[in-house]
Nanobody, 117 residues
Framework: QVQLVESGGGLVQAGGSLRLSCAASGSIFNLYVMGWYRQRPGKQRELVATITREGVTNYEESVKGRFTISRDNAKNTMYLQLNTLKPEDTAVYYC???????????WGQGTQVTVSS
């Protein structure tokens, strides 16, 4: 079973940038759709962005134009570039992978992003 590990979170001032990485322990070829989710304090986990194996992307409305999702299938890694960060982006960010060969989606352990005003 492939495992996902996020990294790149941290503390940043409003308007700043971060780049999150999601490294897989094996091939992500079977992870047809990968995505980033976040859980803000006191809120349920929500979708941020997804990307298919072919590179088709989808974004939650509030992050469009600020966040960019990408994946490098050769490096078995997915990324999320976060620009123009806002305090309301503060959350634990999780990566996720799913595909028809899987019984259930795969989740990483999460990485904390904190944006100060």
């Amino acid at each position: 079973q492939v495992q996902l590990v996020e990294s790149g979170g941290g503390l940043v001032q409003a308007g700043g940038s971060l780049r999150l990485s999601c490294a897989a322990s094996g091939s992500i070829f079977n992870l047809y759709v990968m995505g980033w989710y976040r859980q803000r304090p006191g809120k349920q986990r929500e979708l941020v962005a997804t990307i298919t194996r072919e590179g088709v992307t989808n974004y939650e409305e509030s992050v469009k134009g600020r966040f960019t999702i990408s994946r490098d299938n050769a490096k078995n890694t997915m990324y999320l570039q976060l620009n123009t960060l806002k305090p309301e982006d503060t959350a634990v960010y999780y990566c996720n992978g799913n595909g028809p060969a899987l019984i259930r989606p795969i989740w990483g352990q999460g990485t904390q992003v904190t944006v100060s005003s």
